[in-house]
């Protein structure tokens, strides 16, 4: 499953980053998931939630969704992509260049001591 080996390796990477500072434990983890980037937001909350039941007190997940954004090289227009349809609602220009949406990555993770 796509969505366990993401939160196996953000996970992994929390509790390094918790390792480098004696004591602490990770409370949040903020991940920024791309409209188009594959990812299915519940079930990457449910493998979530199944791995750090264990914890008895587990990190909160944060997810950020980013819908696709497309920038318009003609009139410089950013505009949300919907339908899969690239071409700029200002003046009608295509192919525009995607900006963001593909994201799939730790954004923040706040530690406690
Ligand atoms: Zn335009």
């Given at each position: 499953m796509h969505e366990m080996s993401i939160v196996t390796s953000v996970l992994d990477t929390a509790h390094e980053e918790a390792a480098k500072h004696a004591g602490a434990r990770v409370t949040k983890i903020g991940l920024r998931i791309g409209e188009?980037?594959?990812?299915?937001r519940e079930s990457l909350q449910f493998c979530f939630d199944s791995m750090v039941a264990?914890?008895?007190?587990p990190p909160v997940l944060e997810i950020q969704y980013l819908p696709r954004q497309n920038l318009c090289g003609r009139c410089g227009e950013l505009f949300q992509v919907k339908d899969f349809d690239i071409a700029c609602p200002g003046c009608g220009f295509s192919p525009t260049e995607p900006v963001s949406g593909n994201e799939m990555d730790i954004a923040y993770l706040e530690l406690e001591e």
């Open positions: 188009w980037s594959g990812v299915d264990s914890d008895p007190n």
